[in-house]
């Protein structure tokens, strides 16, 4: 690898972060509007992906100028496709918490529910999947990468566990019905934001190892 080219790449890989590092920001801008019921933080959370839509397009222009003026092979050349596919697994985490401000902005307006629902286990979980997803990338560490897809397990699993809290919730309450799944299609919006990181770690182990690992289960359960 030319001198250049490495400078490019570490280029490229600063500005992924960064573009990471907005997504992530933003989650938490919008999980926290949704549990204090602030309007104003939610409306802040939706503005914000401007940035993250701009960034986006910053990492695929500098991917394709790369990609042009160094005709990279092998594992640089991997790397730039992955990169491409990654800012756009980060692009809809930023429109996932937009979603989520979205619902917190609806729920402002509305009573406080008598079944508070607590998102801040997942949410730390979903963003620390994302982070390692992240390194994993920057580092080259397909082990960090492939511990990401079995963190997903338990994203479900409190997922699923807030379903039956809604289920719960509106036999209990049926006049709180509409915030109630508010608050669910909040849950499903962090869940989603789960799998978006796992995508990023299936394609940091197809840049190191070449082979792609959707669908590919047991690369997370031991089995092979």
Known sequence: ?????????ENL?????????????????????????????????????????????EVE???????????????DLRFIVAVLKITN?????GDLAVNVAERAEFLANENSI???????????????????????LVNLDMELAGKVGGADDDVDEMNREMYEQVKEGIRKAPEQM?????LLC?????ERIADHATNIAEDVLYMGEGEIMRHRRERYDGSK
Not at 89 to 93: A, K
């Open 114 to 136: 008598s079944m508070p629902m607590d998102f801040s286990q997942m949410t730390e979980l979903a963003q620390t999947m994302l982070r390692d997803a992240l390194d994993s």
């Open 178 to 182: 509409e915030q109630l799944i508010h």
């Open 186 to 190: 909040a849950s499903r919006h962090i």
């Open 61 to 75: 222009e500098e991917c394709l100028k790369i990609l042009a003026l160094h005709q990279p092979v092998a594992v």
């Open 89 to 93: 697994d980060l692009e809809r985490i």
């Open 1 to 9: 690898m030319s001198l250049h080219l490495t400078r490019e790449i």
């Open 13 to 57: 890989k600063g500005l992924l972060l960064r573009l990471g590092t907005l997504a992530e920001e933003n989650t938490t801008r919008a999980v926290r509007a949704l549990e204090t019921h602030d309007k104003k933080l939610a409306a802040s959370a939706i503005e914000a992906d401007l940035d993250i839509d701009k960034m986006e397009v």
